[in-house]
Each structure stands twice: as structure tokens, then as C-alpha cells.
């Protein structure tokens, strides 16, 4: 399976994965950013809030519809830990273009919506829209609570909390109650700005061919963005 690296630019890489055995292309962004107890809550909370509106969709019912159009292009989003990193991963999977009727490219539609996902969210005055938070504050906590609930999954926490009692890798991948209680529009724009600003990114794409002008949109997007402070994910 031939693969091909990119430099997209200070702590950005693109990652094409040449495979023609699936019908689909998938389109994934990973955002590596360290693991801290003071900012787990509001990094967890990202990936889902913004595959859940934008700018340009500002309900999931409006992105619903654009998603229905691209033949039932499949958002997926999640936090997971990566040693002492947190890994902030979104994805977009969608038929390949000559399964389709369209004239014009579904693969190539299809990065651009994440694209404009991740760099253009839902948001008013330097914040989250409230209902967005809300909504994605209430989702967090029914997953902590349903881990707890859960005795094989709670032993499992249970057991790296205590091997890693005191390091960075027993802090819940996701935090806890009150972290994700604490959680406010306006923090989780600041986690968005540092993500974009600080995060190592790799963009990956697994298909047939890589969307025309994806990598270049992705270069041009971060090189209007000051990067410092990159993490060191290796």
C-alpha cells in the first residue's frame, strides 16, 4: 500500500495512503495537543462540536442535508490519549467519483465541507454558540457516566488511573464531570484558537487519489495562522 508524505508547513503533514480496494475516500484530520488535566474537558469537546455545525450549517439538520447530497458522506469525530498527548481526530468518509452521477467531484465537495468545519465553526464574539456547548456539554457527561455505569470499561479507567497515578497518561482521556461542567463558549473558542495554533496536525487521506487541492487549501489555511509552541507528539 504506497504512501506519500507532505509538508504542509510548521507542525502540518499531509499523509496520502494510495488504496483502490474501497469504494470510499476518508479525509481525516488528527490534532495532537499535550494532556493536561486544566484544558482535557474543553479538547474533547472540540471534534464533536465543530462535525456538528458551522458557519455555513449552523444546525445539524442544515449539515445533515449537505451530507445527504454527497450521497451519505459520514461524519466521525473522537478524543483519544496517544501516550501523553491527546489526540483530537475528525472524518469524513464518501463514495468515490465514479460511483456517482454528479459532474462534480463528491471526494473533492467532501474535504472541503471538513475543511471549512474545523477553520470556520459556529461561533458569535469570540465564543461557542451556547445551545452548541450545551448540547455537547450534555453528550460528554452521558458518556462519562455510561463509562462509570459500564464495570468492564470503569475497571479499565480504574486500574490506568492507578499505574499512572501522578503522570500525565492517567488523566481521563475525556475528563471528568466537573471538568466538562466547567466547560464555556468562550474557553472552548480559546482551546480552538490554541489547537490551530499550537497542535501537530496531520492530515491523511486513504482512496484512490488525493482531492484536488486539498493539501494546498490545508497550507494556505495554517500559513495565515502564527504557530508556537508546537507539540511534540513523537
Given at each position: 500500500?504506497?504512501?506519500?508524505?507532505?509538508f504542509?508547513?510548521?507542525?502540518?503533514?499531509?499523509?496520502?495512503?494510495?488504496?483502490?480496494?474501497?469504494n470510499t475516500?476518508s479525509?481525516?484530520?488528527?490534532?495532537?495537543?499535550?494532556?493536561?488535566k486544566?484544558?482535557?474537558?474543553?479538547?474533547?469537546?472540540?471534534?464533536?462540536?465543530?462535525t456538528?455545525?458551522?458557519?455555513?450549517?449552523?444546525?445539524?439538520?442544515?449539515?445533515?442535508?449537505?451530507?445527504?447530497?454527497?450521497?451519505?458522506?459520514?461524519?466521525?469525530?473522537?478524543?483519544?490519549?496517544?501516550?501523553?498527548?491527546?489526540l483530537?481526530?475528525?472524518t469524513?468518509?464518501?463514495?468515490?467519483?465514479?460511483?456517482?452521477?454528479e459532474?462534480?467531484s463528491?471526494?473533492?465537495?467532501?474535504?472541503?465541507?471538513?475543511?471549512?468545519?474545523i477553520?470556520?465553526?459556529n461561533?458569535?464574539?469570540?465564543?461557542?454558540?451556547?445551545?452548541?456547548?450545551?448540547r455537547e456539554?450534555?453528550?460528554?457527561?452521558?458518556?462519562?457516566?455510561?463509562?462509570?455505569?459500564?464495570?468492564?470499561?470503569?475497571?479499565?479507567n480504574?486500574?490506568?488511573?492507578?499505574?499512572?497515578?501522578?503522570?500525565v497518561?492517567?488523566?481521563?482521556?475525556?475528563?471528568?464531570?466537573?471538568?466538562?461542567?466547567?466547560v464555556?463558549?468562550?474557553?472552548l473558542?480559546?482551546?480552538?484558537?490554541?489547537?490551530?495554533?499550537?497542535?501537530?496536525?496531520?492530515?491523511q487521506?486513504?482512496?484512490?487519489?488525493v482531492?484536488?487541492?486539498?493539501?494546498?487549501?490545508?497550507?494556505?489555511?495554517?500559513?495565515?495562522?502564527?504557530?508556537t509552541?508546537?507539540?511534540?507528539?513523537?
Open positions: 500500500m504506497p504512501y506519500k508524505k507532505m504542509l508547513g510548521e507542525g502540518v503533514e499531509g499523509l496520502f495512503i494510495q488504496n483502490d480496494r474501497f475516500t479525509v481525516s484530520y488528527n490534532f495532537y495537543l499535550p494532556l493536561k486544566e484544558t482535557v474537558a474543553e479538547n474533547a469537546l472540540l471534534p464533536f462540536i465543530l456538528a455545525c458551522g458557519k455555513d450549517y449552523p444546525d445539524f439538520s442544515a449539515l445533515n442535508l449537505k451530507l445527504n447530497k454527497l450521497y451519505g458522506a459520514r461524519l466521525d469525530a473522537s478524543a483519544e490519549k496517544y501516550g501523553d498527548c491527546q483530537l481526530r475528525m469524513i468518509s464518501v463514495i468515490n467519483d465514479r460511483f456517482s452521477f459532474s462534480d463528491l471526494v473533492e465537495q467532501a474535504s472541503e465541507l471538513l475543511l471549512n468545519l477553520f470556520s465553526p461561533t458569535e464574539n469570540g465564543a461557542f454558540m451556547e445551545n452548541d456547548v450545551n456539554k450534555r453528550k460528554a457527561i452521558e458518556h462519562i457516566k455510561g463509562e462509570i455505569a459500564e464495570k468492564r470499561i470503569y475497571a479499565k480504574r486500574l490506568i488511573s492507578e499505574m499512572y497515578s501522578g503522570k497518561y492517567g488523566i481521563p482521556k475525556c475528563g471528568t464531570v466537573d471538568d466538562v461542567q466547567k464555556t463558549g468562550q474557553s473558542y480559546n482551546a480552538w484558537l490554541k489547537m490551530l495554533s499550537s497542535a501537530f496536525v496531520r492530515v487521506v486513504v482512496g484512490a487519489v482531492p484536488s487541492g486539498l493539501f494546498d487549501n490545508v497550507k494556505q489555511k495554517f500559513e495565515k495562522i502564527a504557530r509552541d508546537i507539540t511534540d507528539y513523537k
